[in-house]
């Protein structure tokens, strides 16, 4: 009999599920269960971004692309990426079309990350980054943002926990789950540091569209000496509302590029043809009518956004002002709960499914996440819903 134990990789059979998944395959088995808990647009994605990808079928383009993505595509994510964020990335050589930006996260640590390597990581954060980092073999090192800080990277925090292996640094924000935004004036404070330490970057800017407040998104890429050392991670998912297509992109310096082109290249072939003719139709759109597709998207989740954050805060569970994504990560100590006691208490009494903040790292686990990324009527009926259970238990 063979013992399955022995001869699995140990990095990936002792690795954790997502805390995400692992909760809402417990919530699908309830009926009528009201989730605010998936990272999921309730937008469709636009239809003449769809069709885009429907005649691309009709018209016979099924084939592969090149490698890296249609040649087309990474001009027009060039342009956008030049008005967007500032920075300019050649097409030919510097950006390639991912499956998703999961891929483009993958991709990059493997390219970059090797054994006895160490990766700073800020938490809480999303479920998917310190098990890529295991993965290559490299060690994810957690650096704790408080709410005191508005859950943005504490300078000092990250210069104790620099050490002679530390070779690269994730900066997320927008961040999931908590909604920080790390402006302009805090990556300054930021950049110094990474030059000092000779550090790499890991740039997820998955939300960057979606920001409020007149906030306006500034990437690290941007910043004097950091566009030579930055990897930018993106994609479609979030501010276009194409989660299911799985398309997101890379872009980085070509030295850095042409490893990751080589791991996309065996690992994946090229991104989905079909998908990649409606991601050039939505840039293409947006270019001609200014964003406005993901300007009202944005707009609408705003006022979800601030909502949600008043009726949390009136209920008695202290919540952080989320600047941008579309999530809120509400305190719930002052129930006598952590977060994965409150959330399963919950689902048990109102049938309402939120993510326990523990699912993102230890430093959440006083927390839960809800998403607003769904109706207005779902939001109010599920915080009505809370608002019920919290004040039975205070009875």
């Excluded at 808990?37 to 769809?50: C, H, L, Q, W």
């Excluded at 069709?51 to 001009?75: F, H, P, V, W």
């Amino acid at each position: 009999m063979i013992d399955y134990q022995s001869i699995l990789n140990p990095v990936a059979r002792d690795m954790k599920p997502s805390g995400i998944r692992k909760f809402f395959e417990i919530a699908a088995t309830r009926k009528d269960c009201i989730s605010l808990g998936v990272g999921e647009p309730d937008f469709i994605t636009p239809r003449a971004f769809s069709q885009a990808a429907i005649d691309s079928i009709l018209d016979g383009k099924t084939q592969y692309t090149a490698n890296a993505g249609l040649m087309e595509l990474r001009k027009a994510i060039a342009k956008y990426l030049d008005g967007f964020i500032g920075v300019n990335y050649d097409p030919a050589s510097e950006i390639i079309i991912t499956v998703g930006a999961s891929e483009a996260l993958d991709a990059a640590f493997r390219a970059v990350c090797a054994p006895g390597d160490e990766v700073l990581i800020p938490e809480p954060c999303f479920v998917c980054y310190a098990p890529l980092v295991s993965l290559t073999g490299a060690t994810p090192v957690s650096v704790k943002c408080h709410i005191e800080d508005e859950f943005k990277l504490n300078v000092e925090e990250i210069e104790k926990a620099i050490t002679p292996r530390t070779k690269a640094i994730l900066v997320a924000f927008p961040n999931n789950p908590t909604g920080a935004v790390m402006e302009k004036s805090d990556l300054e404070k930021l950049a110094p540091v990474i030059l000092k330490n000779n550090l790499v970057v890991f740039s997820d800017e998955i939300y960057g569209e979606l920001v409020y407040n007149g906030v306006k998104f500034c990437s690290i890429a941007s910043l004097e000496g950091m566009r030579e050392r930055t990897i930018v991670i993106s994609g479609f998912s979030k501010a276009f509302a194409m989660t299911g297509w799985r398309l997101g992109y890379i872009c980085a310096p070509k030295p850095i590029i042409d490893v990751v082109y080589k791991i996309h290249q065996y690992g994946i072939m090229c991104a989905p043809t079909a998908a990649q003719y409606a991601a050039l139709a939505a840039l293409n759109a947006s270019f001609e009518d200014g964003f406005a597709e993901v300007a009202e998207m944005r707009e609408k989740y705003d006022e979800r956004r601030r909502y949600l954050v008043d009726r949390l805060n009136a209920m008695g569970l202290t919540c952080f002002e989320p600047r941008g994504a579309f999530y809120a990560f509400p305190c719930v100590k002052s129930t006598g709960m952590d977060g994965e006691e409150f959330a399963y208490a919950l689902l048990e009494a109102k049938n309402v499914a939120v993510v326990p903040g523990g699912a993102f790292g230890d430093s959440g686990k006083d927390f839960i996440r809800i998403s607003y990324a769904y109706s207005v009527e779902a939001i109010k009926r599920a915080l009505d819903l809370i608002e019920e259970f919290l004040n039975e238990r205070k009875k």
